[in-house]
């Protein structure tokens, strides 16, 4: 090695040698001084968070569908039906509970009381209807098999890579031979693709504690603690919410299945910041996918099919964030909300998770869609679309600690798969004491 060499790596050791996790918390709460400090001039670090966002986004879509189809195609025929049972079981119940107890914080916090919006007019804001069960499942479906990839359409991805890993799994049992060696060289084809893509994860990791800081510093230089105002009891639930979800419903959720949730939470803290500072559960997939093959001994054939699924489906977060944003709206606009529209409000807002983008931001659109189902539009000019506003206002708070949610939720539910179906390496977990 050349000298050089030897001073360059010297000169970057402090950085590359200090625990990933250490420089991603270091970044957060740097970015968050330094943002308050310096101001809006910070801004001008923006591209830095930027390129980590558009670095993740260009991996995440081939990530998916080369893990999808090595996690289904993988997977033998008689196990693929239970695994997609269980985990599809275990994200509707998950999110119909935090929508529940969603609405119980809303009845003990009641966010919104004291907002007095009744007589305030705002602009149009443009709604969005929630849709039905019909139109989710139909939007799942390609119209061709190229453009879920240019139109960067997730879920599309996913069920494209989910129809290819079936065919694999049942062309495997086949009779014919020359069948079978065809279909394994495709699947170690994917394989191939599925590492190169983690290895290219791996670099834009070692980025991300610059992108953090970059993103973190301009959003508190942009919109500091002022957004927080009024709306400090609609924060302060949606977190006690988020929280509870974590500790209580994931935490129990593991003992019960003879995890220890403390290791989880070492273990996983990474990808949790990760969620936390990208609001997005996509961007963090890779990630997830990575660190659960590391510290939690969760082969690829399994989180290749539930992360990815989960990323799209299952936001728990974001259930207890729309059912809180919706009291907030009918409490600050003088709203009695019957019995009937609370329990509709649960099935609208359970829909509306599913069909949430996992992605920074994409909450309050689907949120137009629920107030519209309870009979609480955002039309022009009336006071639920000032409320909505305001709500706006704050969101990337809210969707800090509801993006943390959904993905935790997602990783749950995969160790919970992994370990019933004998899949995991529960000695990995143990790595906990060296991360
Ligand atoms: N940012 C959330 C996620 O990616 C979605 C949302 O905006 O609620 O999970």
Request: charged share 10%; with cysteine; proline share 4%.
């Amino acid at each position: 090695m050349s000298e050089k060499n030897v001073v360059k790596k010297n000169y970057l050791g402090w950085y590359f040698n200090t625990p990933l996790v250490w420089r991603v918390l270091t970044a957060l709460v740097l970015g968050g001084i330094v943002g308050k400090v310096v101001g809006p001039s910070i801004v001008i670090l923006e591209p830095f968070g930027t390129l980590m966002l558009k670095l993740l986004r260009l991996v995440v879509l081939p990530l998916i569908f080369f893990a999808i189809i090595v996690g289904v195609g993988g997977t033998p025929a008689s196990k693929l039906g239970r695994i997609a049972g269980k985990i599809l079981t275990y994200y509707i119940l998950t999110t119909v509970f935090a929508a529940a107890a969603g609405l119980g914080l809303g009845h003990i916090f009641k966010p919104g009381i004291g907002a007095n919006l009744s007589s305030v007019g705002s602009a149009a804001i443009e709604a969005s209807s929630i849709p039905s069960i019909g139109e989710i499942l139909l939007n799942m479906v390609p119209n061709n098999a190229v453009a879920p990839f240019v139109n960067g359409d997730y879920l599309q991805v996913l069920v494209f890579g989910i129809l290819i890993g079936i065919a694999i799994s049942v062309l495997q049992d086949s009779k014919n031979e020359k069948t079978v060696e065809v279909v394994n060289t495709f699947l170690r084809f994917c394989e191939g693709g599925s590492e190169i893509m983690y290895k290219i994860t791996q670099g834009i990791l070692e980025y991300t504690p610059i992108g953090i800081f970059a993103l973190i510093s301009s959003l508190f230089a942009t919109q500091g603690f002022n957004v927080i105002g009024s709306l400090g009891t609609l924060i302060i639930a949606c977190y006690v919410g988020y929280v509870f979800q974590i500790i209580f419903v994931y935490g129990g959720l593991l003992s019960l299945f003879k995890m220890n949730f403390k290791k989880f939470l070492i273990n996983m803290r990474g990808v949790m910041m990760m969620a936390f500072a990208t609001r997005s559960s996509n961007s963090t997939l890779p990630v997830s996918i990575s660190t659960c093959e590391e510290k939690l001994g969760i082969p690829r054939t399994v989180s290749g099919f539930t992360l990815p699924l989960g990323a799209q489906v299952n936001m728990d977060g974001e259930a207890y964030y729309q059912i809180l944003a919706v009291m907030f709206v009918a409490n600050a606009t003088g709203v009695v909300l019957s019995p009937s529209q609370q329990l509709l409000m649960i099935l609208a807002v359970t829909l509306g998770s599913i069909g949430t983008a996992g992605i920074a931001g994409s909450g309050p659109v689907v949120l137009l869609g629920v107030m519209s189902m309870v009979g609480l539009p955002a039309d022009a000019g009336t006071a639920a679309a000032a409320a909505f506003a305001l709500i706006l206002g704050i969101d990337v708070i809210l969707d800090m600690g509801r993006t943390t949610a959904n993905v935790t939720g997602d990783l749950v539910g995969t160790c919970i798969v992994a370990k019933t179906e004998n899949m995991m390496n529960y000695k990995a977990w143990d790595n906990y004491k060296n991360s």
